[in-house]
């Protein structure tokens, strides 16, 4: 089920904790599969959060580079996920396209607390007023 839509943004964070940090906690660890994705609805657009095989966390854009392919409906190799439209291949950490393309998405802040997922992004403190 790639390209999910988490569903529980900010639950168990009050909105005194997100306008106090910035930082929003959008579901657990488990809601995304390895080398996988899930949505994040904000009010800045859709951004991806993947998990690589070692369970690295990382926060993108969900659009690429190139013609706004959706990178959460991708393949997640490593550190890098290939776009399904074109196949160009995007560094997770930061965005960049790889090999002869250019280009680069916007990457997000992404963390763990425990198995909490939590993503830090300008629109946080809108979203929670
Ligand atoms: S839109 Fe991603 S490679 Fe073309």
Redesign the pocket.
């Known amino acids: 089920m790639k390209g999910a839509v988490m569903s529980a943004v900010r639950a168990g964070l009050p909105d005194e904790a997100v306008q106090a940090t910035g930082w929003v906690e959008v579901g657990r660890l488990d809601d995304i599969p390895k080398r996988g994705a899930r949505v994040v609805k904000t009010a800045r657009g859709d951004i991806a959060i993947f998990r690589t095989m070692e369970d690295e966390l990382f926060a993108l854009d969900d659009r690429?580079p190139?013609?706004?392919?959706p990178l959460s409906q991708g393949i997640v190799q490593g550190r890098s996920v290939t776009?399904p439209?074109?196949?160009?291949i995007i560094d997770l950490s930061t965005g960049e396209a790889m090999g002869a393309d250019h280009g680069c998405t916007r990457t997000v802040a992404v963390r763990l607390e425990q198995d909490r997922v939590l993503l830090s992004w300008p629109g946080a403190k809108d979203q929670a007023a």
């Open positions: 690429c190139h013609k706004a392919g776009c439209l074109h196949n160009w």
